[in-house]
């Protein structure tokens, strides 16, 4: 079982299958939805049976028996709130990864992995460090891939008892004390430059009183204030366990953000007649004709639709495929299939969560290529 970085994403999509189906398996296990170990079984039981349907390779069904007593005997859920699960029975090749994040349930058949969402963990999880800071303490968690990769604690303790030399008379002890307390939080601020200045695009959150992340703030390098995505209700103590909840929370909000980004951008181009489209069918034919640059869908956005057994074209409405006019199948999701021939076509497919202008639009779209 490997945990989850760029690394191992480009190792699986290096594998060599050579030419025998690969079998992908996107599950999700996050306790908050699945509580039991029961719930995470059903839902891949619904995969495997819709998977099974259409599986014509008798290697695709050793791939799916596989996953299915991985996932029921070995698979540990810990932490985890999504699962990739990769298999090749020609290969004898099988390769699990626990996610940080909850994916779409999904199983696509190909002869590569499937690794589009896990692309997307990924960049969804770029570096993110949190500075705890108050005026006698800093602490800083630096987050890799949702580990905890690096971790500093500074303390300056502010100096007491100054009346036995009289500065308390002579009211210099506040002012002192106070340059004390801003030179530790200007120390605290150098210190995640330093720590994040050769880490690419990681990104800076803050916590603590909010005096002192108001200095904080003025004492960060321009570098650091760029990425400084915000603050944090946590208090300087927090439990490593609270922290790793609060970033968790914080990325699936800017994520949100990054979908609604996505989807204006998809308004804008449908509306400005180029290279986008939204809906069921308009998506559907852009895919059909490889058109598709990234796939945009609501999350459990699933209708019935048509499959074509001989060109594997997709429609909303059958029963003469649009392609090649051969006699249609009916099908349980058709996005799903869509989700499925976009991967295939090596699309980057993103499921957006609750965002009303992709739910008005149609709950699917297209960013084109041409």
């Known amino acids: 079982m490997s945990v989850i970085t760029a690394d191992v994403v480009r190792s699986l999509a290096a594998f060599d299958s050579g030419g025998a189906p690969v079998t992908t398996c996107y599950l999700d296990v996050d306790g908050r939805r699945r509580v039991r170990a029961v719930d995470v079984e059903r ?3 619904h995969l495997v049976r819709v998977a099974s349907e259409r599986a014509v390779d008798g290697s695709v069904a050793e791939d799916l028996r596989r996953i299915t007593r991985y996932v029921e005997q070995d698979f540990e859920r810990g932490q985890a709130r999504g699962l990739a699960v990769f ?3 020609d290969r004898d090749w099988l390769e699990a990864v626990p996610l940080p994040l909850p994916v779409s349930d999904r199983i696509v058949v190909g ?3 499937a690794v589009g969402p896990l692309e997307a963990v990924v960049e969804e999880l770029r570096p993110i460090a949190v500075l705890l800071a108050d005026r ?5 968690f630096l987050f890799e891939t949702g580990e905890l990769v690096e971790r500093t604690e500074m303390l300056d303790e502010l100096p007491r008892h100054y009346d036995e030399r009289g500065q308390s008379a002579r009211g210099e002890v506040s002012p002192h004390t106070d340059e004390l307390a801003s030179q530790h939080l200007r120390h605290a601020a150098k210190v995640a430059f330093e720590s994040l ?5 990681a990104r800076l959150a803050i916590a603590g009183p909010a005096e002192s992340l108001t200095e904080v703030e003025s004492a960060l390098h321009p570098y650091l204030r760029e990425r400084l995505v915000g603050r944090l209700a946590l208090a300087v103590a927090a ?3 609270d ?3 609060a970033v968790l929370d914080l990325e699936a909000r800017l994520e949100r953000e990054r979908e609604a980004e996505l989807v204006a951008r998809l308004r804008d181009a449908v509306g400005s007649g180029r290279r986008g489209v939204a809906g069921l069918a308009d998506t559907l034919r852009a895919l059909n004709e490889r058109r598709v640059d990234r796939l945009i869908v609501s999350d459990g956005f699933a209708v019935n639709g048509w499959r074509c057994g001989e060109c594997t074209a997709l429609a909303a409405v059958g029963r003469r495929c649009p392609v ?3 006699e249609m199948a009916a099908v349980d999701d058709v996005v799903a299939e869509a989700i499925h021939s976009a991967m295939a076509q090596s699309c980057r497919v993103d499921v957006c969560v609750g965002n009303a202008d992709l739910d008005v639009a149609g709950r699917i779209g297209g960013l084109l290529r041409f």
């Open 243 to 245: 922290i790793r909840d």
């Open 324 to 326: 090649c006019t051969a």
């Open 87 to 89: 298999a090749c029975s």
């Open 111 to 113: 002869t590569a992995p």
């Open 136 to 140: 006698q303490r800093a602490r800083l």
């Open 197 to 201: 200045r050769d880490r690419g695009e």
């Open 239 to 241: 439990s490593e366990a």
């Open 43 to 45: 839902g891949l039981e």
